[in-house]
């Protein structure tokens, strides 16, 4: 597996927004954070303990096509196998970033398809539970360091409150075996761990 910097070298190859970046640096956290999580709880039964870096990468570069295709929806994670590919991932690592896709109407080719391991439900929860923690830490001024699991979870009931974050998917973490609000906590945590990266207090 290539290096943390050799991927981030990766991703501004392409025309990144700093937004999407910030997207990607929240994943790979929120990512790293349920990769430790799991650790600490496993005591190496279950499927085996994740790796941290690994799950990190996954979250990085899980949108790795997405300055290419934002503009065309539709074709998002088209260019990704190649991309990955060409950069020494394996089928796995690959199958595993084009599985946040799967069930998505506006990806054709994925739609009908769905997730089934511990590490796709993890990406796609974590992935999209960036959009609510950001959204919330900016309606609060962009503070995140003091933000409470309380208040995230009246945000994630609100569905007026940044819509665009599928609710149902950030809920398949329970099929891990953890619960929402331990996700919550996870998540917040792994955010703050970051914050003066992403734009945040």
């Not at 910097?5 to 392409?14: D, G, P, R, S």
């Not at 009246?154 to 940044?162: E, L, N, P, R, S």
Request: some cysteine; proline content about 2%; charged content about 30%.
């Amino acid at each position: 597996m290539i290096s943390r910097e050799e991927a981030i070298e990766l991703l501004k190859k392409f025309p990144q927004k700093e937004s999407d970046m910030n997207h990607y640096l929240e994943s790979e956290a929120i990512m790293r954070g349920l990769a430790q999580h799991f650790n600490d709880v496993l005591d190496g039964h279950d499927s085996g303990e994740p790796n941290v870096n690994y799950w990190g990468m996954l979250g990085l570069l899980h949108d790795v096509d997405w300055a290419l295709t934002r503009d065309n929806p539709s074709e998002h994670l088209g260019k990704a196998p190649e991309i990955l590919k060409e950069a020494g991932f394996d089928e796995e690592f690959i199958e595993i970033v084009l599985s946040h896709g799967y069930g998505h109407d506006i990806l054709p080719q994925w739609k009908d398809k769905e997730r089934t391991k511990k590490v796709e439900h993890c990406l796609a929860a974590a992935e999209t539970m960036t959009g609510i923690i950001y959204a919330y830490a900016l309606m609060r001024g962009k503070r995140i360091s003091d933000m409470e699991v309380k208040g995230l979870k009246k945000k994630f009931k609100d569905k007026a409150f940044a819509q665009n974050c599928n609710r149902e998917i950030i809920r398949e973490i329970e099929k891990t075996g953890l619960e929402l609000s331990e996700f919550f906590q996870i998540s917040i945590d792994a955010l703050k761990s970051i914050k003066g990266e992403i734009g945040l207090e």
